[in-house]
């Protein structure tokens, strides 16, 4: 097999179909991180990460994350045999600290490579996969209610989804619940309903708003409080019976374990890219497993590549209590690749071509590149 020769990484702004309002930002336009790693015989491995918000979600913007790969991580890898990607890895992080972002996308591209060169699915190597489908939620987040209630009538009515995420936390706690009451009302019977607060919520907020959701029977209350806030998520955990989902809090493999131990939360959300890659994804599935948290397959809204990249570190992971909502591509006006993701009773189907299962499209990525 033959070594790396090249590593290029590329800024892309792709238009999403309607705007997606969080608590923090509204998306109009995603912005990815490409990263292709070449070998000498020109066989490539891809990769993708996104951001939301430029640094109003996260501390990883896509300026950062290429900055840092150029500057820091690309020489590390230039003659290097992709299969070693544990160990490459495993070099990168003692002496670039954090980074997770750049890091899952270097990881990923480099298991992209290696499954490549060998002509089998990436999930071969991480354990195989599992599951040939996986629930897949979808977020109303349009800003309008009467526009979300018809958006989730026909995600029902094409067996697309019937598990939606509802982004509140932006504006008065009290209108966000009624808000939540409405579309429960209209759609509540055939599908279940979960809250994204993104953060935006404090401990008295929270303790009010939560009961009211939980009588309306809301299944999952994703991060109320600030991520820094173990301590309030770990009263709430205790209080209600409703589940509470950690996702910007639950980053590394230390602050999942110090949540765990806490018990701040009853769910881990988690993302490949938050984490620092595929390895890392497992480490925390495992720790979570062992702590008896349930799981939830997260997404930070990538593209069809970066979608590929969750959907098959997924497909290895034994169980998913609260589903996934690697839903992403369907958000997006265009895309990258010549595949897109195939969605079937309200399930994603795991793709078993060779790498990730995604061929780039280099005129749309000419097109869509900063
Ligand atoms: C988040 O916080 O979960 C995932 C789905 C969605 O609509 O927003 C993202 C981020
Ligand atoms: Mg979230």
């Not at 990460?49 to 890898?77: C, F, M, R």
């Not at 990249?309 to 591509?329: M, N, Q, W």
């Not at 078993?352 to 061929?359: A, H, K, L, P, R």
């Amino acid at each position: 097999m033959s070594n790396i020769s090249s590593v290029d990484i590329f800024i892309c702004d792709l238009p999403v179909v309607r705007p997606h309002k969080l608590s923090m930002t509204t998306i109009t336009s995603q912005a990815i991180v490409i990263g292709i790693i070449k070998d000498e015989s020109g066989i490539t491995g891809v990769s993708e990460v996104a951001t939301i918000g430029g640094a109003s979600y996260g501390e990883s913007t896509v300026e950062a994350i290429k900055a840092n790969i150029d500057q820091y991580i690309t020489p590390h890898l230039i003659g290097q045999d992709p299969i070693s990607f544990n160990r490459i890895m495993n070099n990168i992080s003692k002496s670039v600290r954090g980074n997770y972002f750049a890091k899952s996308l270097i990881e990923t591209a480099l298991i992209d490579l290696a499954a490549k060169q060998r002509e089998f699915p990436a999930y071969e190597l991480f354990g195989g996969k599992i599951h040939n489908s996986l629930p897949l939620a979808w977020t109303l987040a349009s800003g309008d209610t009467a526009r979300d209630i018809e958006e989730a009538k026909e995600m029902l009515h094409q067996k697309r989804h019937n598990i939606f995420k509802l982004k509140i936390g932006s504006g008065d706690p009290d209108a966000n619940v009624k808000h939540v009451g409405k579309i429960i009302k209209a759609v509540g019977d055939e599908s279940r309903i979960t809250v994204d607060i993104n953060q935006a919520w404090d401990e008295y907020t929270a303790l009010k708003q939560i009961k009211a959701l939980e009588e309306m029977g809301v299944s999952m209350i994703e991060q109320p409080l600030p991520a820094w806030n173990y301590e309030g998520m770990s009263r709430l955990t205790e209080r209600f019976d409703v589940s509470i989902l950690a996702d910007e809090a639950a980053t590394s493999l230390h602050d999942t374990y110090r949540i765990i131990k806490a018990r701040a939360g009853d769910a881990i959300a988690l993302k490949p890219a938050k984490h620092g890659g595929i390895l890392e994804t497992k480490k925390i599935a495992g720790i979570a497993e062992a702590a008896g948290f349930g799981l939830y397959g997260g997404t930070m809204i990538e593209s069809t590549i970066g979608n590929a990249v969750a959907a098959s570190v997924y497909s290895t992971i034994p169980e998913f209590k609260f589903g996934t909502e690697i839903f992403g591509p369907l958000l997006y006006k265009d895309k990258l690749t010549l595949e897109n993701i195939e969605v079937k009773d309200f399930e994603i189907q795991i793709s078993d071509d060779i790498g990730f299962g995604v061929t780039l499209d280099y005129e749309k990525l000419e097109y869509y590149k900063r």
